[in-house]
């Protein structure tokens, strides 16, 4: 009932999986979510939540406060185990074997490295423990002008640089996978203007990216698909443009307005 | 194994660089060059360390072990996002953690022992046991910290605990000996005491330690009590498996919990 229809985009960069689209639907899709239950004790945070996200396609994961966003990032990424349901990275079960990670790029809500490392060591710290021949893409590291930063203890350094940090992280490896959970949080405008042009670059070249936010509007020229949870359950999962269609509104922010009040009643 | 020792290498500096750990070094050492200064030979300034190292090891393993794990969490759960496995990385934070606590106490409280040269070879035994029994009472109490980081989620419940479980362990426990030992004074009580030394591993600690030296007899009950009845060297044989059993427990324990918990 909530699952979606694979969606395809007209090219993708992975022959691979461009080869089977026409005989395997689900190829399309880089995470696959089948029948996800969680409790964290008597709270339910997950109910049956079936789901794909669609490859090469940026993917927002809405909801209001406890709506499970988070926990659905968390068990994509093997931190938290479901009750029942399992969970397709790129066509591989996750099931305790922490190779399928090797393609995601992660940027967690809040950016804490060990305080009395320096920048440099934590980014040496991630890329020895991926194996040094990893390729790294410092892009975002540069355009950020962290270079400077980079060479004192964690523990100086400003929130907002920190967060910077955190998202140059996740795009250093080239992740075919990026998940960001609240990636605008703590930016200034230019920084978080700079992650977009990242994240649109990323997408562009076949990346596929899944991301959280609050603040729906900034959104809005980046997201493919939504994915709308209400109290642990799939309310909505398609295209954008499908979510305007059926809500009558342009703007997504009145558009899951529109959501949750469907949802209250 | 080699995700462990990666953990490991940037771990160790970070702790190694770290106010608290820098701080604990420098305060046995005070301690200890102090005591060799105003307090006369080696042996008795040995005595009295004894009793600092029993206070202030398990507080310092237990107190700062849980605090620098709770402040880890958020990195931790960047690591977990590698592909990396959850029991290497654990491994890594453990040893990470306990060998440059370890080290510390080596340092400060053997160092001026070295510069003074108060070693000599009658008391080259105390002094190693001095500071094999505070390395061990490290690791022991590190793993104790481990296991209340990963099991209590809050940080001020967890950092509670990790007191709670201090005080029980170097205070409370030897006022419980005293009591069972008056209140029972008509029965013999030699062995239900060696059972009650072995649960704790402060006076494990102790024992240890009092075997060592000549003057058991002096500094209670239980030192006398494990003397009399294994020997000194099965006894200090004893009490050594007993403190790596309270390490290698708790270490299991919480090994087993991050493997499975939710972060």
Redesign the interface.
Known sequence: MTAMEPRFREMTTDSAAAGRLHVLGSAAAIVELRGLSKR?GQRTVLRAVDCAVGRGRVTAVLGPNAAGKSTLI?VI?????PDAGEVLVDGVLVDGD?????V?G?M?Q????????TGR?VV???R???GSATPVDTTLLDEFGLAEELDK?VRTLSGGTRQKLNAA?AFLFRPSLL?LDEPTAGLDPIASGLLKDRILAAARSGASVILTSHVLSELEDLVDDVVFLLDGAVRFAGPLERLRRETGEARLERAIAGLMRRGAR | MKTTLKVLKYELEDVRRSRGVLAYSLVLLAVSEGLLRFGGSGPKAMLSLLSVVLLLVPLVSLVFGTMYLYNARDFTELLLAQPVRRGALFRGLYLGLSLPLAAGLVIGVGAPFLWHMSVDESSAGAFLALLGTGVLLTFAFTAVASLTAVTIDDRARGLGAAILAWLLAAVVYDGLILLVVTLFADYPLERPLLGLTLLNPVDLGRVLLLLRFDTAALMGYTGVVFERFFGTIWGTSVAVGALLLWTAVPFVLSLWRFRTKDF
């Open positions: 964290f968390k990424l093997g931190m938290v185990r922490p190779g399928y990670r090797a995601i992660y967690p809040a950016a804490r490295f060990p305080e009395n490392l060591k040496a710290m991630l020895d423990l991926r203890p992280i998940i």
